[in-house]
């Protein structure tokens, strides 16, 4: 037997297998692919190991003593610190249906006993390059001020930026289970039209709004969700970019497009009062006209949420 030389900066992989001779096989042939092995003998045994360190992927024996490893899998995934890390389920049930409750417990992949052990490091190293992949894509979209998360079929969160993660803890446990119905009926309504709405849950000022951005393969849906802060926004404006009161409530409405007249008339103040605001937030912000104004509001706002 050979295996791969490919480079693995010493990736940590968890073994959970019930039969010593598989799991001890497993643990040399990976041993000798450079990866750095831990191991437990069940399903309670993987899940104490993971209090105390998160792997780069884990290795399931689907048919293990309670808890099995579908059920593992699904206990793995409801904690978030461990929801992106790739499950590989080994099973010697190759129907379909034991194929299908691996995928839906959270898995990415399934081999199957006895293994081939090549086949077996080579898959490993796809998904560890894989999900590496998509944590640098979590992290420019946290980078870039995103409140994201993505979802099974079914409304479980598969991963979030680490900016909708902290949105998230912070809600009151109301919110949160509102949230996660709602998102479920969000995903059934997609199936049955292509029409996506912004919708809201929760209760005044606790409201969050929840948008459905659409979905890739393996049914995996995204959504953003933004903390409701309506009346706030020109405060928000005021605080981070220095702006008095009014200057703020001019900026706010420019933003939302409105015309200098439009602006006066909502603030009951005069045109020509709503320019020299202008031209104070022009100076403040260092840009020249309307358009750049509006977008550095826009994305500040954006920030906020």
Not at 69 to 96: N, W, Y
Not at 103 to 113: F, H, I, P, Q
Not at 152 to 164: F, M
Request: charged residues 25%; negative net charge.
């Amino acid at each position: 037997m050979t295996t791969s030389s490919a480079p693995t900066e010493h990736r940590l992989i968890l073994i959970a297998d019930d039969d010593p001779d598989a799991r001890a096989l497993l643990h040399d042939t990976l041993s000798a692919s450079g990866f750095a092995v831990i191991a437990a003998c069940d399903g309670a045994g993987a899940l104490r190991l993971l209090a105390d360190v998160v792997p780069d992927l884990i290795v399931l024996d689907a048919m293990m003593p309670e808890p099995d490893g579908f059920e593992t899998c699904r206990r793995i995934k409801a904690q978030s610190h461990l929801a992106a890390v790739p499950v590989i389920f080994m099973t010697g049930l190759s129907d379909s249906e034991h194929v299908i409750m691996g995928l839906r417990a959270g898995g990415v992949d399934y081999v199957t006993k006895p293994v081939m052990l090549d086949e077996l490091v080579a898959r490993i190293h796809v998904h560890i390059a894989n999900a590496r992949l998509m944590r640098s894509m979590h992290e420019a979209l946290d980078a870039t001020g995103r409140r994201l998360i993505a979802t099974d079929g079914e409304g479980r969160i598969r991963w979030s930026t680490p900016l909708a993660a902290r949105l998230l803890a912070a809600l009151p446990p109301d919110t949160g289970k509102a949230i996660g119905l709602q998102v479920g009926r969000m995903i059934e309504a997609a199936r049955a039209s292509a029409d996506r709405q912004a919708v809201r849950v929760g209760v005044a000022p606790c409201q969050i709004e929840i948008s459905h951005l659409g979905h890739a393969s393996g049914d995996e849906h995204f959504f953003r969700i933004a903390e409701v802060r309506e009346g706030l926004e020109a405060e928000i404006l005021r605080t981070a970019l220095n702006l008095t009161p009014r200057e703020s409530d001019v900026l706010f409405w420019i933003a939302q497009g409105k015309s200098n007249r439009d602006a006066s008339e909502i603030m009951n103040i005069s045109a020509r009062t709503v320019n020299k605001h202008l031209e104070q937030i022009f100076i403040k912000l260092g840009v020249e006209n309307r358009a750049a104004a509006a977008a550095i509001a826009t994305r500040v706002i954006a920030l906020q949420q």
